[in-house]
Each structure stands twice: as structure tokens, then as C-alpha cells.
């Protein structure tokens, strides 16, 4: 088993020794702290992530086969808000656009599905809002969550709409705001496709549809417009009546397989990337479309033989139309009065089939793509989409070693894989509870990257299980003698302290830390970030709701010979920087007022004597630094 232990540059947390150097801390990262974990208690990523283009609203606005429930869900939105859509199989998506057209919303935008419900937060008036969370596991919201948003839809007089997949994904206390849909008439959807799709060959394709097609009456709505698009090729000579009915009848995955097997590999190469990130940026799809083809054919040839597809060979709408995808341009989703294009396949379910057939049946590839989905950049830019990717393949891919990526991902020095390891372990306990925990019993006593990863794993866990369970785990990690999880540690316990209600509990169990020898390097560390010794975003907020406890750290960080040095360089460093810099000034009162809270000449002198008593040598370190945090209270704009 490796026993590498080199730490990330980005999560250099805790200060080392350098006995080289005469003893001198180095090693912690530059630069003002502000998280950066990609699950669990984040920071939030946008709310809005796709706005509906007028076309699109046009389309629903004016072909839309409503299902007998259609009524109740229009109530209910209507009344309270909030209405949450269950069955697949129903047209729940378009269902939802239709519900929020016919409220009078201003605009409809699809919220963040990565977003818990119980984080959203500035909603727009007159919005309408589409938190489309289908096949999730588990519950994705609980009471208080849906009580919350509830309350701010209705003073923010807008609307949302939440798509689940069963009532059962409900708390009690929504249930009424629940609708349970029919699929819509079959042959109502499919005449509905045949008017927006054309005019002049109407009655042709209309004969098609009712005659040779025959839709069941309970035929899902996807499989009902594909009956009406395949109804005006054939009506327009451009498909054979028999090709047309196999089309109609074949499953996706036999589909799927039938156009792969006529791609060149740039076609490949861009259904599998828009398989994977179906419904983002059509730009920054086809980049990592052609990264993926310049990858698969330095495979193929060596990088002697490497020559790029010609330039000008084929054109955007060529290449679209020959892997079945098209693209919506919208409004941009964060920038106003901007706009961004979006690429998409043409069927419902192409995505998935796509993903399992490339990556089943063509095993010399895998290597090459799971190189291209598992780049920092990619993770970073498309965690969610990367993230369901690995998910769908260890669940529904045959293999003997399931969890081979995540293996693969969670004995890597980058944070972004660990974390990407940690989520997919996430996503699978709810089904396969017994191989995740396993998995991460296993990595408890693995290498130094794996014990980073139940770091991860358990900050997640912070979200859905009591938080004593979380900073257990973290406990237990912290006693490693390995320096990248005890890191992770200390990351991971800055995040949790970024969710208000834990910072309480938090900091208590923190603060018994730094007396444990056994994991008192890492709760010093956690005390040098929280308290400001070490430029951290949230220092100055935990200072105004929890001073008492953050002064007992960092005293002890202050005392401690672990920690003592770089807290006594910091305080000098902000003492000379403080008359040029106000944030070194801002800094040096926060810690001031924590190390001597009595600000007067007694109450330095004091705080001075304490640290004198046991480091009398560096004692006017500390001296000169509460003498210039005095002056600089004394100061007419700080005064005033």
C-alpha cells in the first residue's frame, strides 16, 4: 500500500517545522480562506442554472395536452406557492413550465439541483422557479426545509415548482402540496407535436400517426412526440413507413446502439461529452468534446502520429444533427442581459443509453475517458454532471470491482478527486448501504489520501446525520499521523463552522482539542484559522456571535508551544503593517480584543504577565502588539 503523503498546495492548513531553517513555520497556504469543498456544507454554488428561452415558453404556452390531474396542480400552486409533481412517465418537466406560464410568472428559470432546498434563498418576484431533483435517492428535503421555502416564496410573491419522483420522497408535513400526474392522452400530445412541427404536410402526417402508428392510450408523452416527429419524415419522404415503425419501437438502448455504430470518432467523442454534461454551455461542451477526441486519437497514433480533424470538415449544425443533438439559445442564467447556448439531445433518455453503451462496449477507451471526466478542470467547472456520470457506471455497468474509479479517484493527492470519491460513496449508501460502508471502513485505515477522503465523506454526512456522528469521524481521522488528512481535518472543520447552527457545538469540541494530545495539532490549527491569526473570511463574523469561545482559543493557540511561534509572527506582522493596511489593522483589533478583552493598561499588562510566565522571552512581541492595537483604537475615524 502507498504511503504517500505529500499535501496539496490548496490545503496546506496546518503549520509544519522546518528544522533546517532554525525552527521556522512555513508551509501554510497564502492567501484569505473561503472553503471550496464541492459537497456537503459548501459554499452555495448559483441558484439558477438555466432560464427558459420564449420559444421554449411559446411551444408549452401553445401545445400542451393537459393530464387529468393538471386542475389539482394549478390549485394547489396557486393557493400555497409551492407544488410538488411525482410519476414518471407524465411529462413533469413540461408540466411544470405550462403550470408556471398559466400562474403569470415573469420568467421561468430551473433552480440548482445540487442546491439543498433548505439554502435557497434571494428568490425573485415573479419568478417561477422548476427544482427539477428526479432520481435522486432518499428524501431531498425535509419539514423544516419545505416550511422554510415556503415562506420565502410567499414573501418574495413568486412561485416553484418541485419535480420528484414518488410521493414517498415527501415529508408529512407537505403532503398536500403534492400531485401525483397521468401520463396525458397519448394521441392529444402527439397531435399537439404535429401542429408546432409543421403545416403544409398536416394531413399526411396526421393519416401516419392515427393509421400505421397507433399509439397505446397510456403511451408516455416522450414516446408520443417521437411518434409525431417520425409521422412528418415519413409524410415528407424522408423516411420509410416500416424504418419509421422500428424506430418507434425500439428502446433506447438498441437506438442508441444502432447510431453510435455509424459515428466518427469525433461523433463519439462529442455524444459522449454532451451524454455527460447534457444541458450546459454548448461551448464549453464542444471544448471538452474536441479535448476528448484529441485525447482518444494520441491513443490510437502516439503524439508522432497525431494530426487534428480538419479545421473547416464539418460544421456546427452537421455535427449536431449526426449524434442527434441540438442547441437553445438563452438568457445567461447569472449575467443579465446576456446570453448563453445550451446543447441537448433531441430524445429524452439519449444522455444515459450514450454514456453505457461508450463506456461498456468499447473498454480500450475507458482509459482515455476516464482520464478526460476525472481532470481537475472538468471536476471543478462540471462536479454534478461528473459526479452521476461515475455513479451511473459503478450501478449500472457489470464489473466485477464496482468501485474500481472510485477507487482510482480516492488514492489521488488532488482534494477535487478525494471530494469527488467521497460523493460518489455519498450517493450510493442509500442503496447499497453495507459496500459503502465498507468502503470507507477500509479507507479509514488506508493510505493518507484515502483517510483525507472519510474526511470528505463525513463533512457530507454533516448535512443528514447528527453532527456528533460527523465530528466523531473527524476525531478519529484528526489522530492519523499522516499531515494530508489531518489537513483535511482542519478543512473540513472550517467549513462546518460556515453553517450557523453547528458553530456552538463546533468550536466546544474544538476547543477540547487543543488540550488532547492526541489530535491537539489539528484543533490549534483549526483555532489559528478561526480566530484570525492565519487571514480567514469568517474569523470576524465567529468573533461577533461567539467572542467568548474564540478568545479561549486563541489563547491557547498564543500559549501553545505547537502554535506559539507563528501566532507571535503574525501579530508582529500585523502590528507593522497595520498603520499602511486597514485590513491588518482590522485584524490586529479583532485579536487584540480576544487576547486581552480588558482593554485597558491593566488589562494588557495582565494578559502580558500570563504569557510571560511561561514564554518570557517573546513576551514584547505580545507587548507591542496590544500597545499598537491600543493607538489604533485611539484613532479619530475608529474613535468617532
Known sequence: MSDEDEVPDDLRLIPTHNHASGGAFQGVQAGVVTGGVHFGVTAEQELVVLRATEAELDDVRRHFEPTDRYASARRVLREHGVVVLAGPGTGRSYTARRLLVDI????????????????FAGLETGTGYIWDVRGAAGDRFDRAEFERVSRLVRAAACHLVIVLDTPDQVPGGAREHVVRLTPPPAAGVARAELDRLCREDLDRAVATLEGEFALEVDAAPEKAVRAARLAVRVARGQLGCEEALRELREDVEHAVERHLAKQSDLQLALSFAVALLENQPYDEVMAQALLLDDALRRAQVGEDGFRRNPCF?????????????????????????????????????????????????????????????????????????????????????????PLRLVEDLARKQAADHQQLAAAVVARLEERYGELAENTVESWSRGTAYQQATVVWFSLGQASTRPLDDCLRRLEIIARSDKWTPRNAVVAAVLQLLRVE????????????????RRVAKVGLAVAMWATGYYPHDLAEELVVTHADRLAVLAGRALMDPETRDPALACLETLADEAWLKPASADRLLVLANLLAPESTWLGRRKAVAVFAAVHPAQQNTLRNALRVARRLRTRPERAG
Open 104 to 119: 403569470g410568472a415573469d420568467e421561468v428559470v430551473e433552480a440548482n439541483p445540487v442546491r439543498a432546498l433548505g439554502t
Open 313 to 401: 470538415a464539418t460544421s456546427k449544425g452537421q455535427l449536431l444533427d449526426a449524434v442527434g443533438a441540438a442547441t437553445a439559445v438563452r438568457a445567461h442564467p447569472v449575467h443579465p442581459r446576456l446570453r448563453e447556448e445550451t446543447v441537448h439531445f433531441t430524445r429524452q433518455g439519449w444522455a444515459g443509453a450514450v454514456l453505457r453503451r461508450l463506456w461498456r462496449e468499447y473498454p480500450l477507451a475507458q482509459e482515455v475517458l476516464w482520464g478526460w471526466m476525472r481532470a481537475r478542470a472538468m471536476i471543478r467547472r462540471f462536479h454534478e454532471p461528473v459526479l452521476r456520470a461515475v455513479v451511473t457506471i459503478v450501478t449500472e455497468i457489470p464489473a466485477h470491482d
Open 501 to 516: 447552527e453547528h458553530r456552538t457545538r463546533v468550536l466546544d469540541v474544538v476547543t477540547a482539542w487543543t488540550t488532547n
